[in-house]
């Protein structure tokens, strides 16, 4: 499994190892049973759902097929429409244009997507999310080549939407491990 191990495999590892901590480390005792159970219930969900993407070119023959198979949850009919099919099919033989393509850089969008939501995680973690969140929405969508003034009005409903949040929920996302406004 090692030598042909790709991205995707890696991210549910990891899926699989933050999953895992969820239901091993007892970080959770501390709260009231009602409160630790979301979590460890979460976990538990994340463990078994990785698990089986994991292995599931391992598994039994009809586990294989339910783990291996694409679902489509938009299509009710279980037909599809020759026209839809034909511009579906020329939808994704356009493959969408990045700054990568621009500037000669050869990197994947899913490696970029990977990287910069690590990079988000990270610094949200460290400086907080509110001065953050905005940031990654607006790179994220420059990285797909939207025009600077859809990124910068996206990013600005970002912002709103922590504001919100923050209002609603009463989460100190103006504040990180080393942005504490909070006092000493």
Same mark, same amino acid.
């Given at each position: 499994?090692?030598?042909? $191990?790709?991205?995707?495999?890696? =991210?549910?590892?990891?899926? @699989?190892?933050? !999953?895992?901590?969820? =239901? =091993?480390?007892?970080?959770?005792?501390?709260?009231? $049973?009602?409160?630790?159970?979301?979590?460890?219930?979460?976990?538990?969900?994340?463990?078994?759902?990785?698990?089986?993407? %994991?292995?599931?070119?391992?598994?039994?023959?009809?586990?294989?097929?339910?783990?291996?198979?694409?679902?489509?949850?938009?299509?009710?009919? !279980?037909?599809?429409?020759?026209?839809?099919?034909?511009?579906?099919?020329?939808?994704?033989?356009?493959?969408?244009?990045? &700054?990568?393509?621009?500037?000669?850089?050869?990197?994947?969008?899913?490696?970029?997507?990977?990287?910069?939501?690590?990079?988000?995680? &990270?610094?949200?973690?460290?400086?907080? =999310?509110l001065f953050v969140a905005p940031l990654f929405v607006v790179l994220y969508t420059l990285w797909f080549k939207q025009s600077l003034r859809i990124a @910068?009005?996206?990013?600005?409903?970002? %912002?709103?939407?922590?504001?919100?949040?923050?209002?609603?929920?009463?989460?100190?996302?103006?504040?990180g491990e080393i942005l504490n406004r909070g006092g000493i």
């Amino acid at each position: 499994m090692i030598g042909n $191990t790709d991205s995707e495999d890696m =991210l549910v590892f990891m899926m @699989l190892m933050v !999953g895992s901590i969820f =239901l =091993l480390i007892p970080w959770v005792e501390n709260y009231a $049973t009602e409160a630790a159970l979301f979590p460890q219930l979460m976990g538990g969900i994340v463990v078994v759902g990785s698990a089986l993407i %994991l292995l599931g070119d391992r598994l039994p023959g009809p586990l294989e097929m339910l783990v291996n198979t694409d679902v489509n949850i938009t299509d009710s009919s !279980g037909e599809y429409d020759k026209e839809a099919n034909a511009s579906e099919e020329i939808r994704n033989a356009s493959e969408k244009q990045t &700054l990568a393509d621009e500037f000669g850089v050869s990197i994947s969008s899913k490696a970029f997507t990977i990287l910069l939501t690590s990079a988000f995680i &990270l610094s949200g973690y460290v400086v907080g =999310l509110l001065f953050v969140a905005p940031l990654f929405v607006v790179l994220y969508t420059l990285w797909f080549k939207q025009s600077l003034r859809i990124a @910068l009005l996206v990013g600005v409903i970002s %912002l709103l939407f922590v504001f919100l949040f923050m209002e609603l929920a009463n989460i100190p996302f103006d504040q990180g491990e080393i942005l504490n406004r909070g006092g000493i």
